[in-house]
């Protein structure tokens, strides 16, 4: 497996993940015992269409979720030698500096009330509270000449609506890797950029994660992209964990009903799309799907 040592600890492992929303009498179930792990240097992918719950599960690894009183989890979220599920304020502690997340659209992540500059000073801060301006400064002139920005003084000295998407979102990568985190997670990046700029940011964004060693989560539909990134992929469909192997597992011998779905769906100049799958199917009632031959057992 390309990226990582199967026999490392895992640097993020989830066991019988459930989420529900809204009053506790009536609230509604969206995650059914998701389990999967990531470890360092590894690229996991977590795919399925809109809504089956992925989003929700990179959130509550970063601790966004835990303050609303209409959220409820169960199960088990281990990061950093911290139980997330209900340990969100030390989770959120560690945001920016152990974790870190690229967001969908980079343009809207990035505030546009404050320039670039500023913005790098509070996440480098987050690590080292006592480092200069000056310092802090040539610090992040020197991440973004990593993300190969052309004129990173000037790029500091704007805000993210004076910069383009690329450019934002290559922004977001060098601001996400600057305090070298172990995990990085990454929520559709590049989905509003256009399918050139959007592999450039992602094959870059891959290579300064593994001279790090850093660990990265793609939250993705895109099933072009996770084939050309990931290392191990996990199907998720309606808040169910429904396959899980290496790569070439998934996208040779798919197993599940839904992920063969998925890969019948990807566009066509014949067109076609994904057809509708029951919301539950005798397949959920049985263990996940994980391909003979896989290296790794889904419970570390």
């Known amino acids: 497996m390309r990226g990582n040592n199967p026999m490392q600890d895992p640097v993020l492992t989830i066991r019988d993940l459930r989420v529900a929303f809204g009053p506790r009498k009536r609230a509604a179930q969206v995650l059914h015992g998701i389990s999967m792990h ?36 169960s199960g088990s979220i281990r990061f950093d030698g911290i139980e997330a599920v209900q340990g969100g304020a030390q989770i959120a502690a560690r945001r920016g500096n152990r974790v870190a997340m690229i967001f969908q659209d980079p343009t809207s992540a990035l505030n546009p009330t404050f320039k670039i500059r500023g913005i790098f000073r509070d996440v480098i801060r987050t690590k080292d509270p006592k480092i200069t301006d000056a310092a802090a400064d040539a610090k992040a002139e020197a991440a973004l000449a990593e993300v190969q920005i052309p004129d990173p003084t000037r790029a500091l000295d704007s805000y993210s609506f004076q910069l383009s998407g690329g450019m934002n979102q290559r922004v977001m990568i060098a601001m996400a890797l600057i305090n070298q985190p172990s995990l990085l997670i990454a929520d559709e990046p590049g989905t509003a950029l256009d399918v050139t700029v959007q592999a450039q940011t992602l094959k870059l964004m891959g290579d300064l994660a593994a001279s790090r060693g850093t660990a990265v989560m793609l939250i993705s539909h895109n099933l072009g992209v996770v084939r050309e990134f990931s290392d191990r992929v996990y199907v998720i469909y309606r808040g169910n964990m429904v396959e899980h192997g290496r790569n070439d597992q998934i996208f ?47 419970e570390a």
Do not use: N
């Open 38 to 73: 990531v470890r360092p240097g590894e690229k996991v992918a977590l795919v399925g269409e809109s809504g089956s719950g992925k989003s929700v599960t990179a959130r509550l690894v970063m601790g966004l979720l835990q303050e609303s009183r209409d959220t409820h989890a």
């Open 252 to 298: 040779g011998q798919p197993q599940h009903a839904y992920t063969q779905a998925l890969l019948s769906a990807i566009p066509k100049i014949s067109g076609g799309g994904l057809p509708d799958l029951p919301e539950r199917s005798p397949a959920f009632e049985q263990p996940l799907i994980q391909h003979p031959g896989c290296a790794e057992p889904l």
